[in-house]
């Protein structure tokens, strides 16, 4: 196990990289660091010539895959890290130097147990993409179809490994401060970040994630998910099929295709809505590197590796949310902040319903294209330190990639109304959901459950009583006597007793 010594040296040598590129500015300042974290910080500084704009995205790149990873996380938490240095590390880019195609090689060799001939009729050895994690190659099956190769790089899970390690231990360390420290979550954050790691350094699971997106995504016949090769996917190689078309990153390349951008903004927005409202489970990394266009007009998309989950009942308070801040139900909105219990019930709901009130009224009478769902969610933010709302995890993948979402339709065309899109799917599905015949159907549901469960429950209450056996039941017996206690002289005629035999013991001895 890894000494505190090692994880201090570590975090030592980072902030050392991170002071260089003036991301520790902030710490410096920060009325909640204690004095001696801010100390370190100015300390750390020294000899650098950090610039006076922190850049925050450079040092991780500097600080390599699994700091970039952290990076990217951290980019969903402007509670945590703020907003200038959450929008810095959007920046974060994947691109990083490819290992060699021997060592690609015989990763795949090792995966499947055969030849990469066996398997592949053409592989090109130069890859198309290599990202902290993984890269990408271009290959042809020995049944002659085009397919996409992503291999995870050697070593990489023992290099996340020792840093999430030394993260976990700084979260532990940041937590016991207590304050706004234990209200942020640090140790949450990164345990969040583990998992959303694991899930990345398993290709077989972003294999599933594939399968079960494409499967939710039917309905949607404009949004393209790559079928997986299952015979050529293991936990460290994934091949998925080609897709040939023009990535969004190049929006002249999209123009010059005759593409029509328009449908292409209102399909994202619409398949996303499909995603995370209707299903809970959402491709969480939606930016244009990710995406491309066909020449049908159809958009695909690729990089399974980061999804989100919500359950129903989240997914009912989030509509209601958003919901209620743009009718102005500000009343209701608090109410459920409360019935959630994301705000602590030692606060006034009504002060907290003014409080949603000054982010809702600014937007009020706006015409919906101009309602922008990242300046109301840096409103909602706002407003969580003042009630000692905890961070919720579970929602931040999806507040980030919502604005995300927002950000690629408008860059494919700026005067899409997300709102007019999205308001016929939303509504349909809050009459579907929040409805009188879906209340119906739940407690229906929830009375049947009940009734599947009734037999289960009466044996597990008769193994709670015990079987009275074979013997024939005892006679009347009469009761016990009360108890008497002993007088005080019975005492005192016992200790003088003890004391004596205890006298004659000693002499004798």
């Known amino acids: ?64 895959p699994a700091a970039i990873k952290l990076g990217q996380a951290l980019a969903t938490r402007p509670d945590l890290v703020g907003p200038e240095a959450a929008k810095d590390l959007t920046r974060l880019q994947d691109n990083l130097p490819p290992a060699p195609f021997d060592a690609v090689k015989a990763s795949i060799e090792e995966a499947f147990g055969v030849p990469l001939e066996s398997l592949y009729a053409r592989f090109d050895e130069v890859p198309i993409g290599s990202a ?3 890269q990408v190659h271009r290959a042809v099956t020995t049944d002659g179809r085009t397919v996409a190769v992503k291999v995870l790089k050697p070593g990489i899970e023992a290099d996340f490994a020792r840093a999430i390690e030394t993260y976990e231990w700084a979260a532990v360390q940041i937590e016991t401060i207590g304050g706004e420290f234990a209200r942020l979550r640090p140790r949450a954050t990164i345990a969040y970040f583990r998992r959303w790691v694991e899930r990345e350094l ?61 449908q292409l903004s209102q399909t994202l927005v619409r398949s996303f809505l499909r995603q995370a409202i209707g299903h809970g489970f959402f491709h969480a990394d939606l930016h244009q590197g990710n995406m491309f266009a066909l020449a049908d007009g159809r958009l695909a998309v690729v990089d399974f590796g980061i999804m989100g989950r919500i359950d129903r009942r989240a997914r009912l308070w989030l509509a209601e949310i958003l919901h209620g801040l743009l009718t102005g139900n500000y009343a209701r909105v608090a109410e459920i902040h409360f019935e959630a219990q994301y705000v602590p019930a030692h606060h006034n709901m009504a002060d907290f319903e003014t409080a949603l009130r000054s982010v809702g009224e600014p937007i009020r009478g706006l015409p919906v294209k101009d309602i922008s769902i990242g300046n109301m969610l840096d409103g909602l933010f706002s407003i969580t330190r003042q009630f000692d709302m905890v961070t919720q995890p579970h929602l931040l993948l999806l507040q980030k990639t919502m604005v995300m979402v927002e950000g690629v339709a408008l860059a494919l065309d700026p005067d899409v109304n997300m709102w007019e899109i999205s308001g016929p799917f939303v509504g349909d599905w809050m009459r579907d959901e929040l409805g009188p015949e879906a209340v119906i159907a739940d407690r229906l549901v929830e009375g049947a459950r009940a009734l599947a469960g009734l037999p289960d429950l009466l044996r597990r209450l008769e193994a709670m009583v015990p079987n009275p056996g074979a013997a024939p039941p005892l006679p009347p017996l009469a009761p016990l006597p009360a108890r008497r ?21 000693a002499m004798t001895l």
């Open 1 to 64: 196990m890894t000494t505190g010594i090692v994880h201090a040296f570590r975090l030592l040598r980072w902030g050392r990289t991170l002071a260089r590129h003036g991301a520790l500015r902030e710490i410096e300042t920060a009325p909640p660091a204690p004095p001696l974290l801010r100390r370190l910080a100015r300390f750390a500084r020294l000899g650098t010539g950090a610039p006076k704009t922190p850049h925050y995205a450079d040092a991780f790149q500097v600080l390599g």
């Open 485 to 505: 206690g002993i007088s005080r002289t019975a005492w005192l005629l016992l200790g003088a007793g003890l004391g004596a035999g205890l006298g004659w013991l």
């Open 132 to 134: 902290s994690v993984a």
């Open 202 to 262: 398993n290709l077989r699971m972003e294999a599933a994630s594939a399968s079960e997106l494409a499967a939710a995504l039917t309905p949607e016949t404009g949004f393209v998910v790559p079928e997986v090769d299952w015979a050529r996917t293991s936990r460290r190689v994934l091949t998925i099929a080609w897709i040939d078309g023009v990535k969004l990153t190049d929006l002249a390349a999209v123009d010059a295709a005759g593409i029509d951008r328009r």
